[in-house]
């Protein structure tokens, strides 16, 4: 029996310690982790910040319900350095509640700095509560005169695909992290032939500069416009804005993927010849390929009134690169029993990826052979008449 009663107060013991030390483990935890054990979270992704004087500060803030429960939960400033200021922002309007469910809840810390604050380090609390859930967040500003808080030039996309008859568009923002307006002069550095057009958001009208006010931000929208028959390939476009005090920099690059286009015409450039019926016309035709892209594998191919012939030197033309031109003699042959007048000869040149065609205009002539024996017959005739004359008209 007393075995027992002495294992049983071990126990209770034992018990009694390991309950004592939980509390006291409890009360060490720090307050915010404690708080935030009642279903409610409120964090941010950078919780220290270094700032300089007279910057306003914009730091995203989340509040997030632990249970998964839909909740309305108030929000407070709940500790702010003497002569600062502070707000939270939702949608663009100033907000003191935010709703939390299966999704969670984001609004936006707006901190003004005083021009005249001293370094070193100042805390800005955040209170939520909501029922018996609560949290708060701790965010620490560290201030340092001397530091250069250099703005931001950058592009939503910074990569864009198209062919080369494209207009690539850019969103692209610049953030004046100054604690004073900056104007900015806006510029790329680009090869001859290409355009880089700058437009503020929602504007067609092309700009060259924009002020901006301090720790505010502008969308701009940047057009690209490769030149004409560029070829494909990946193509970096630096661009720059500029004020006073600092440049921004940054790089957009186009990819140009290629057009397919040609044209058929003759080294003149002029669609007509001249034959005689049964002769064969030998003619220059060039193939322009006025793409972005190499041509594989040109055929040829001719339609022709009935009963002429049209054969080319070559029927295929392997590979024509992009800007470039391919001379092909075709030789038109007229039907024998043709007679003089004006006739259409069509010449085509097809790809896979495009096609294209031209009519030529012949022009037969009789032979000279039969205008000849016209001419003989002629003679004929006037010798038989002025013999019929000499002969019979004495009579």
Same mark, same amino acid.
Do not use: C, H
């Given at each position: 029996?007393?075995t027992?009663?002495?294992?049983?107060k071990?126990?209770?013991?034992s018990?009694l310690?390991?309950m004592f030390l939980?509390?006291?483990?409890f009360s060490?935890?720090?307050?915010e982790?404690?708080?935030a054990?009642?279903?409610l979270?409120i964090?941010t992704?950078?919780p220290?910040?270094?700032?300089?004087p007279?910057?306003?500060?914009?730091?995203?803030?989340?509040?997030s319900?632990?249970?998964?429960?839909?909740?309305?939960v108030?929000?407070?400033?709940?500790r702010? @350095?003497?002569?600062?200021e502070a707000?939270?922002e939702?949608?663009?309007?100033?907000?003191?509640?935010?709703?939390?469910?299966?999704?969670?809840?984001?609004?936006?810390l707006?901190?003004k700095?005083?021009?005249?604050?001293?370094?070193g380090?100042y805390?800005?609390v955040i209170g939520?509560?909501?029922g018996?859930?609560?949290?708060?967040?701790?965010? !620490?500003?560290?201030?340092k005169?001397d530091?250069?808080?250099k703005?931001?030039?950058t592009?939503?996309?910074t990569e864009?695909?198209?062919?080369?008859d494209?207009?690539?568009?850019?969103e692209?923002?610049i953030?004046n992290?100054?604690?004073?307006?900056q104007t900015?002069?806006?510029?790329a550095d680009?090869?001859?032939g290409?355009? !880089?057009?700058?437009s503020?958001?929602?504007?067609?009208?092309q700009?060259?500069? /924009?002020?901006i006010? @301090?720790?505010k931000?502008?969308?701009?929208e940047?057009?690209v416009? @490769? @030149?004409a028959? /560029?070829n494909?390939?990946?193509?970096?476009?630096?661009?720059?804005?500029?004020?006073?005090s600092?440049?921004?920099?940054?790089?957009?690059?186009?990819i140009i993927?290629?057009?397919?286009?040609?044209?058929?015409?003759?080294?003149?450039?002029?669609?007509?010849?001249e034959?005689t019926?049964?002769k064969e016309?030998? %003619?220059?035709v060039?193939?322009?390929?006025?793409g972005?892209?190499? %041509?594989t594998?040109?055929?040829?191919?001719?339609w022709q009134?009935?009963?002429?012939?049209?054969?080319?030197?070559?029927?295929?033309?392997?590979?024509?690169?992009a800007g470039e031109s391919?001379t092909?003699?075709a030789y038109?042959?007229?039907?024998?029993?043709?007679?003089?007048?004006?006739?259409?000869?069509?010449v085509s040149?097809n790809t896979?990826e495009?096609?294209?065609s031209?009519?030529?205009r012949?022009?037969?002539?009789?032979?000279?052979?039969?205008? %000849?024996?016209?001419?003989?017959v002629? /003679?004929?005739l006037?010798?038989g008449?002025?013999?019929t004359?000499?002969?019979y008209?004495?009579?």
């Amino acid at each position: 029996m007393r075995t027992q009663k002495s294992v049983t107060k071990k126990a209770i013991v034992s018990v009694l310690t390991l309950m004592f030390l939980s509390l006291v483990a409890f009360s060490l935890l720090p307050a915010e982790e404690a708080l935030a054990a009642s279903g409610l979270t409120i964090y941010t992704n950078y919780p220290g910040i270094a700032v300089k004087p007279g910057e306003n500060i914009e730091t995203d803030i989340t509040v997030s319900s632990t249970t998964g429960a839909g909740m309305t939960v108030d929000l407070k400033v709940l500790r702010l @350095p003497e002569g600062w200021e502070a707000f939270l922002e939702g949608g663009g309007r100033i907000v003191d509640q935010v709703y939390v469910g299966p999704y969670d809840g984001r609004v936006t810390l707006s901190v003004k700095i005083p021009q005249d604050a001293q370094e070193g380090k100042y805390e800005v609390v955040i209170g939520g509560s909501s029922g018996s859930a609560s949290d708060r967040l701790t965010l !620490v500003y560290t201030i340092k005169s001397d530091m250069d808080n250099k703005g931001t030039l950058t592009a939503n996309y910074t990569e864009l695909k198209g062919s080369s008859d494209t207009s690539f568009k850019y969103e692209v923002e610049i953030r004046n992290n100054k604690a004073e307006a900056q104007t900015y002069s806006l510029g790329a550095d680009v090869n001859r032939g290409w355009q !880089v057009k700058f437009s503020a958001k929602y504007d067609t009208k092309q700009i060259a500069s /924009i002020p901006i006010e @301090p720790n505010k931000t502008a969308t701009l929208e940047v057009e690209v416009i @490769p @030149p004409a028959n /560029i070829n494909a390939g990946e193509y970096v476009i630096p661009i720059a804005a500029s004020s006073l005090s600092e440049t921004l920099t940054t790089d957009l690059k186009v990819i140009i993927t290629g057009s397919y286009d040609m044209e058929l015409t003759t080294p003149s450039g002029r669609l007509n010849a001249e034959t005689t019926a049964g002769k064969e016309k030998a %003619l220059d035709v060039v193939i322009q390929n006025t793409g972005s892209s190499d %041509l594989t594998g040109v055929k040829l191919r001719s339609w022709q009134p009935e009963g002429w012939e049209v054969r080319f030197d070559q029927d295929v033309v392997d590979a024509i690169p992009a800007g470039e031109s391919a001379t092909v003699k075709a030789y038109i042959k007229p039907d024998d029993k043709a007679i003089a007048g004006d006739y259409v000869v069509e010449v085509s040149a097809n790809t896979p990826e495009v096609a294209s065609s031209a009519q030529f205009r012949v022009m037969v002539k009789t032979s000279t052979l039969w205008g %000849l024996v016209g001419v003989i017959v002629i /003679i004929l005739l006037i010798f038989g008449l002025y013999w019929t004359f000499n002969t019979y008209g004495r009579r």
